[in-house]
């Protein structure tokens, strides 16, 4: 029995649109631990998922998660699956534990296992003290837990989370973190996010999705891999003689310039610019400068040259 | 990774039926009380209205349109309830991605309908044992109509959900539908109340058949076999043919 999550050519074209929000995606990676889509608003990270959780058929190609067909085989597969998706709210007139409850009975529990397994799943979440209160007198974060703890109290291996963090705060967002690798750890988490930083701290693999395309996948280790440079210099503006013997200029729709570049020519900079004056940043290559160069080199070979703007926030 | 079967919870039909009724009904009503007041006012203000202006004569007659016009308005809500656990909070992507299908969702979500129009059918229920004078056949007939004025409505409701346009989804429009099948053909008085060439308009309401064969039932009006039988059967066609059309729209994965 195959534990894979396996895509072939997956290519989704909507209605009479002619751009592809999925072009041929193909990739194959093992379906435990946390796998993070990454990817710019519009770049089909919500298609894939709906695809995969059985929610929208591809145009062409096909999927396997462990063996089991997403398209020609639904039913089989919904056995196994949960999802939050993108934008889901709680309905206001319901409580957290109503939330749940009602979830369970929807995925076929008896009445009062579904109670139990609500109490503990909102309890696992720190959701005990609000359990009884209307959702729409919840905060956004709470609000958002409530829908985890969902698809947490199933029974479901394998769980797929849309954009589970955003628009949270950062502190929110941070104790997200926590609850999401403890899924992780049990069940096969798929998530997407814009937040880069979010992939880098929960990810086993990540993939990066632009424009429809797979542009890269692997562990964040492999993705390192297919950068040789090791350190990133961020500039408000670029000054108009600086040189950059060995490395990757890139500037953002901000104008904020940033530099990818090895160890000896950073310092060799960092020195330029400090005798000028110039304010900057030197950190070691960070997944937001990963997705970066590999965007750009992407759009780049697909000759369409369209600039990206800061990837992050 | 992968849980052995026997390890799989025996799932319930009743409990997923139970999850529609509980979301779509019940919590609403206990959270919300206020709702209940609502849902039993509605379809007696009118029938309070016509019993005024006829100076109770049009009691019986009235209380027989409260009932259709309760079958009806579940049936059209699932409209509205459909898109806005669909489109708002995303609540039938999540039931989609689960071992619920699609007929326990959509027979769930219909009975919670009726769940949330009890409170006001058992108000009229009580007014017509006190006031309609029924025969046992009767009764089951009068129930007949009802059943068949909610399945014809719900497949009117099924249908329209399945037009996803914004107008479609919007509350005003649901309202305004309730008011073209209910208010405004002869549900709450006789169809001879209707100046003539008007009459033919009423015809084009499901409603106006459910209502004439109610009122033939209880002994308002007196319809020959041949319109007894034209009322049944068009009520039935309008029933099965929407479901046969929503159906062949209606998809539960998208495309
Ligand atoms: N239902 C739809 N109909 C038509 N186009 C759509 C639909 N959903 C998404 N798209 C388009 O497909 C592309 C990918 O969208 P999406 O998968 O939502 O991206 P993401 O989740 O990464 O923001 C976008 O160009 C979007 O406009
Ligand atoms: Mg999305």
């Known amino acids: 029995m195959s534990v894979q999550l396996v895509c072939e050519k997956l290519t989704k074209i909507y209605g009479n649109r002619k751009i592809k929000a999925l072009d041929s995606v193909s990739f194959s990676i093992p379906s435990s631990g946390i796998f993070v889509l990454i990817g710019r608003n519009g770049s089909g990270k919500t298609t894939l998922v709906r695809i995969l959780a059985t929610e929208l058929e591809p145009t062409s190609g096909s999927a396997t998660i462990n063996g089991i067909d997403v398209v020609k085989e639904p039913q089989k597969l919904r056995e196994k699956i949960a999802i939050v998706p993108q934008e889901a709210r709680p309905i206001p007139w319901m409580t957290p534990r109503q939330t749940v409850l009602s979830y369970l009975l929807w995925r076929g529990f008896s009445v009062s296992e579904a109670k139990r397994r609500a109490t503990e799943s909102l309890e696992k979440l720190k959701l005990g003290d609000y359990s009884d209160t209307l959702n729409r007198m919840l905060s956004g974060g709470l609000k958002r837990k409530v829908l985890v703890a969902t698809v947490l109290s199933s029974e479901a291996d394998i769980i797929f989370l849309d954009e589970p963090t955003t628009g949270l705060d950062p502190i929110s967002r941070r104790e997200f973190w926590d609850v999401l690798s403890e899924i992780g750890k049990k069940r096969f988490t798929f998530l997407t996010t814009h937040y880069l930083e979010e992939a880098e701290q929960l990810a086993d693999r990540i993939g990066i999705l632009d424009c429809g395309r797979l542009i890269n996948i692997g562990t964040l280790d492999e993705l390192r891999h297919k950068i040789r440079y090791n350190y990133s210099m961020k500039l408000l503006s670029r000054p108009p003689d600086l040189e950059v013997k060995d490395g990757e200029v890139l500037t953002g729709k901000d104008g904020q310039t940033r530099i990818l570049t090895v160890e000896e020519e950073a310092f060799r900079i960092s020195r330029e610019l400090s005798k000028e004056g110039v304010k900057f940043t030197i950190n070691p290559v960070s997944l937001d400068d990963i997705f970066f160069y590999l965007v750009r080199q992407e759009s780049q070979e697909r000759g369409d040259g369209s600039a990206i703007g800061a990837a992050t926030e | ?255």
């Not at chain 2, 379809?43 to 027989?64: M, W």
Request: net charge neutral; proline share 5%; hydrophobic share 55%.
């Open chain 2, 1 to 255: 990774m992968e849980v052995p079967l026997e390890q799989r919870p025996n799932r319930s039909r009743f409990s997923q039926i139970l999850a529609a009724v509980l979301v779509n009904a019940i919590y609403e009503m206990r959270n919300y009380p206020v709702v209940l007041v609502n849902t039993v006012l509605s379809p007696l203000s009118f029938l309070i209205l016509i019993v005024f202006v006829s100076q109770g004569s049009l009691l019986g007659v009235a209380i027989e349109g409260g009932l259709i016009m309760s079958m009806f308005s579940s049936g059209i809500g699932l409209q509205s309830d459909l898109s806005h656990l669909k489109n708002d909070f995303k609540l039938q992507d999540m039931v989609v991605s689960s071992p619920t299908g699609w007929q326990t969702y959509m027979l769930g979500i219909a009975i919670s309908e009726i769940v949330y129009s009890l409170p006001a059918l058992t108000v009229l229920a009580i007014l017509a044992y006190y006031y309609l004078t029924l025969s046992f056949a009767g009764v089951i007939e009068l129930l007949a109509v009802l059943l068949l004025m909610f399945l014809a409505s719900m497949a009117i409701g099924f249908t329209l959900s399945t037009f996803s346009s914004d107008i479609v989804q919007s509350f005003a429009f649901s309202r305004l539908i309730s008011t073209l099948f209910s208010a405004v053909p002869p549900v709450y008085y006789p169809i001879t109340y209707i100046p003539m060439p008007f009459r033919y308009l009423a015809y084009l309401s499901p409603t106006t058949y459910a209502a004439e064969l109610a009122q033939d039932i209880a002994g308002y009006i007196k319809l020959s076999t041949t319109m007894v039988a034209i009322d049944w059967l068009i009520l039935i066609a309008v029933a099965v043919g929407l479901f046969m059309v929503a159906r062949s729209k209606a998809r539960w994965r998208e495309v």
